[in-house]
T-cell receptor
Framework: EAQVTQNPRYLITVTGKKLTVTCSQN?????MSWYRQDPGLGLRQIYY???????DKGDVPEGYKVSRKEKRNFPLILESPSPNQTSLYFC??????????????FGPGTRLTVL | LAKTTQPISMDSYEGQEVNITCSHN???????ITWYQQFPSQGPRFIIQ???TKVTNEVASLFIPADRKSSTLSLPRVSLSDTAVYYC????????????FGDGTTLTVKP
């Protein structure tokens, strides 16, 4: 089944404790992206990757890192989480990019709470 | 990137047709318009996509006027299960990978 998977789905952590949220897709997509969603703020893009070894900042990259060593995986890294990073996170992938005739496929989301 | 503007919320009743309009005044030549649906605590999912005129699939229609500065998602005969947030995304693959979703429209369908 074609899908985007994220792990963990739920995470409660404390300020400053490094964490990684994994994202994996099995559709051989070039493009992957991370979004965060907060009440009343829609989806805001954190980072994206056009292909392996190529990543770039979205609208809200502060406090996050990413890497794209393999086509299928795009982990989101929070080196020193803070309470303002408490949010619902979504990973997405598409064949070549976010628009045009492409469609983004979203993962199920990771609900992160930073105490 | 084209900025999009949608109504924050809409209410409807079961069986009615619902039209949600998205404004995107600075749409670029290469931009396509894609609509996504999101249920609570789930990732958005694709509904429909178009470039100009009218597109119809099994769940919705998309109307795009000639100037392409707006688009209207039409949901025929909505049911309670259509209660969700609807986002329009205007983007191309020539602007690198930036993807800016608007705030979305929360549609509530009442019995």
């Amino acid at each position: 089944e074609a899908q985007v998977t994220q792990n963990p789905r739920y995470l409660i952590t404390v300020t400053g404790k490094k964490l990684t949220v994994t994202c994996s897709q099995n559709m051989n997509h070039e493009y992957m992206s991370w979004y965060r969603q907060d009440p009343g703020l829609g989806l805001r893009q954190i980072y994206y990757s056009m292909n392996v070894e190529v990543t770039d900042k979205g609208d809200v990259p502060e406090g996050y890192k990413v890497s794209r060593k393999e086509k299928r995986n795009f982990p989101l890294i929070l080196e020193s989480p803070s309470p303002n990073q408490t949010s619902l996170y979504f990973c997405a992938s598409s064949l070549y990019g976010p628009g045009g005739t492409d469609t983004q496929y979203f993962g199920p989301g990771t609900r992160l709470t930073v105490l | 990137l084209a900025k999009t503007t949608q109504p924050i919320s809409m209410d409807s009743y079961e069986g009615q047709e619902v039209n949600i309009t998205c404004s995107h005044n600075n749409i670029a030549t290469n931009d396509y318009i894609t609509w996504y649906q999101q249920f609570p605590s789930q990732g958005p999912r694709f509904i429909i996509q178009g470039y100009k005129t009218k597109v119809t699939n099994e769940v919705a229609s998309l109307f795009i006027p000639a100037d392409r500065k707006s688009s209207t998602l039409s949901l025929p005969r909505v049911s309670l299960s259509d209660t969700a947030v609807y986002y329009c995304l205007v983007a191309s693959n020539t602007n690198a990978g930036k993807s800016t979703f608007g705030d979305g429209t929360t549609l509530t369908v009442k019995p």
